[in-house]
């Protein structure tokens, strides 16, 4: 059985103060919610972390009093201000011996909160850093391994319920409703990005928002969806025929799926993003629709939905052992429609696992 996420945080806490080390800091201040709950078990909506070679302090508000004592692990001390978040770091701050130098998210810091480092943190001298929990995350353990597992079951379970209720006549947004009240159902925290229904032509938009077209008898039908389980995502996308596929939908359908498959059984830990990427995009090019996957194969999952790493054309570091990606290759023609299949893959030592367990092939509705 895996440790609880607040027993995982002493470990994640060394690692940081290990890279503030080698990169000449003293502290790192971090905002992103996210690395928040990474580092500490903290699962609210407001808080700022301060870490130190020596302390971990969270700063948060009264709403979250009763919360942080179930969430947040032993190795961090918790600060509940009646005021400012901000006001208890600066009366907090130089009590921690020997920090002068501090690191702050530049990815995620907002213009007005940096205003406030420069006029009331102007002691301390502010370095921007990028990456530095976000590279942690990027490797799962066994317990975000088996969180992620478990989304991508509730999504699967959802997608199965989902499916006999689909027709010609509902609504794209219809649609996304009834998938999304079965990933509730299922047992979904919330829902880690709008749920993607595309029907028609409009399924050439890679990420469409769910309007008020209607299902239409021999439309494609792209949905693109995931879960949320102990705060972990999953990301899946499947397309269907609505009636009888004809012949250019089968091909087409039969391309992304053998670039998903080539994919999915070719990518391996150390590999760069970009091999990675191209054992899909080398496959579609050779079947002559190139020009017609212009996103990246995919990227890492877990607290987020898109998060380290990425594969892509661009990408060269390796891919890490321990990584949960995603292998979601894809062809849009405007005018016409788009196809994409979704799953996702736990990256190992020895090769890949792929999580999703939905059929890949050609669904032709009825």
């Known amino acids: 059985m895996s440790a609880p996420p607040s027993d995982r945080c002493p470990a994640r806490l060394a690692q940081v103060r290990g890279a503030l080390g080698r990169s000449d800091l003293d502290a790192l201040l971090v905002t992103s919610l996210p690395n928040v709950r990474y580092l500490t078990g903290f699962a609210g909506s407001n808080a700022l972390v301060v870490v130190t070679p020596l302390d971990c302090l969270l700063f948060t508000d009264f709403r979250y009093a009763t919360q942080v004592a179930a969430e947040v692990s032993p190795a961090v001390t918790v600060h509940i201000e009646p005021a400012s978040l901000w006001k208890g770091v600066w009366g907090r701050l130089p009590a921690c011996a020997g920090v002068a130098r501090v690191g702050f998210e530049s990815a995620h810091l907002l213009h007005q909160d ?30 975000e391994v088996a969180a992620i597992e478990k989304a991508v079951g509730i999504a699967e379970s959802a997608w199965r319920a989902t499916v006999p209720q689909l027709h010609a006549g509902l609504t794209e947004r219809q649609v996304a409703g009834i998938l999304e009240r079965a990933l509730r159902e299922a047992g979904s925290e919330g829902f880690p990005f709008p749920s993607i229904v595309a029907s028609g032509p409009q399924s050439a938009l890679p990420h469409a928002r769910a309007g008020e077209r209607v299902l239409q008898r021999g439309d494609l039908l ?17 397309t269907v025929a609505l009636g009888p596929a004809d012949s250019r939908q089968r091909e087409m359908h039969a391309v992304v799926a053998e670039a998903n498959r080539r994919a999915s059984g070719g990518i391996r830990a150390e590999m760069s993003g970009k091999d990675a990427d191209a054992l899909a995009r080398d496959y579609i090019a050779s079947s002559g629709w190139g020009e017609a996957f212009g996103h990246s194969l995919g990227h890492g999952i877990g607290l987020e939905v898109h998060e380290a790493p990425r594969l892509a054309r661009g990408a060269d570091a390796p891919l890490p052992a321990g990584a949960v990606v995603t292998i979601e290759p894809g062809i849009y023609i405007p005018g016409w429609g788009g196809i994409r299949i979704e799953d996702d893959v736990l990256l190992t030592a020895t090769g890949a696992r792929v ?5 890949r092939g050609l669904m032709e509705l009825h």
Request: with cysteine; aromatic share 10%.
């Open 114 to 143: 940096f205003a406030r480092l420069l006029e009331q943190g102007s002691r301390w001298q502010w370095r921007p850093t990028t990456d530095v929990v976000e590279a942690l995350r990027a490797v799962k353990d066994a317990g």
């Open 222 to 238: 792209l949905v693109d969806f995931g879960a949320v389980a102990d705060g972990y995502c999953s990301d899946l996308t499947r």
């Open 355 to 359: 999580l999703t367990t939905v059929p």
